[in-house]
Each structure stands twice: as C-alpha cells, then as structure tokens.
C-alpha cells in the first residue's frame, strides 16, 4: 500500500510573501533601533565627558588656590592646562578645521540644521577614543566688573565620526567668571546657566531634535529627558 506524505512544503508564494512581511517589519524596526542606540552613545559619551570635565576643573582649581582664576590666560593655555591632568589627552593649539583634522569634522550644524562658523583659528584636546573638547574664552559684560570671562568647552564625544550637530554629538560646558578670584565652578548643563525657562529648553532641544540650536541639551540629558520622540 503507498502511503501518501501529508507534510507539504511552503509554496514559492507563501516563501515571497513571508520575506516581503519581514521586509517591512525590518523596515520599520531597524531604523528606530539604530536612533536609539546612536543616541544613547551621545548620552553616555556626554556623561563620561562631564565627569570627566569636572574632575579635572576641581583638580586644576586646587592647585590654583581654589580658583580658576590665573591658572590660565588663553585658550591655549587652557588647553594645555586640561590636557596636563588627563592621561592620553593630546592637544592641537591654533589649529584650523580648513587645514582637516583627524579628530575633528570641518562642518558641523546645530540641530535646525544651520551650519556653525568654523571659521578661525581654535585649540583643542583629543583622546585615543575619539572624543574632542574645543577650548575657548568669552568676555560678556557684567554688572559688577567691566567684562567677565566665561570658558566655554565643546564636547564632541565622538570626534569627526559624526553627525557633528549640536545637541547630538556635541555640547556645550560652561566655566563661568572665569578670571574672577572666585571658587572653582562648572557649568554642566548647556545654557541653563544663562536661563533657566522651560519654554527656552524646550524650544531649544526639542524631543525630536529636528530644531533649536541644540544649547540646551546637556540639560535634558542630565536630567533624563532627551530625545523623548527621537
């Protein structure tokens, strides 16, 4: 008697169908999984870098009397301060993003997608991981004194690997009245220092990060907030 095999085989249709099912479903997922992931690489990177920041800032300070105030004059020698503290740390004093550097991209964007003036000469600290902190010193007017020096650092936490946008993979640290004989201080949170409004957070790094300038993500970050619908 023959016995007739009742397990039948996929049909070249349903094999098509199904590739085509887990075509779109990879379509839809991957992308999202790709964002999340890149984004908790920014987050983790700009955490490790603030840590990072301010141990040194309070190592230097210590050394100064407490205070920032004479430990340096300029961003070269700001540069070369941080550096100093850090193992591994290499510096590139007046360097030109024109000339290409290996750490550092030529163009960068904030997160509206307007580009940023590179223009200029800057100093810069980069480590074998790839990260970057561009070094430079604002004067801004003040009440109590005729000018006030402000620090500001620029964290690129992956170097020239991209996307090199404000709010992404770069951000902003503030060293406030810098050359004032005042108690070492750091600002780990974008412009909070400048304003602390909501709204201008908010506006400024939204949950999508698809607009603003990107300032004020290192609030969101610290805060655990970021990039809610990223």
Known sequence: MLIKN???GFTLAEVLITLS?????????IPSLVRKYEKQQWIT???AAVNLLSQTTMMIAAENGGTLNGAFSNEAEMAQAYAAHIKGAHTCIDCRLEDGLDFWAYKCHYLNGQEVDTSGKWSFIYFDNGSAWLMSIFYFPDESVE?????????????????NTNGKDQHIIYLPRLFLAEPATMISEGLKYFSSNEEDILEDCPDDLKSGYGDFCGVRILRGDYGLKY
């Open 6 to 8: 009742k397990n039948k």
């Open 21 to 29: 099912i887990i075509g779109v479903v990879a379509a839809l997922t």
């Open 45 to 47: 990177g700009y955490k």
């Open 147 to 163: 000018y006030v020096a402000e620090g500001v650092i620029l964290i690129d936490v992956n170097g020239k690997k991209g996307p």
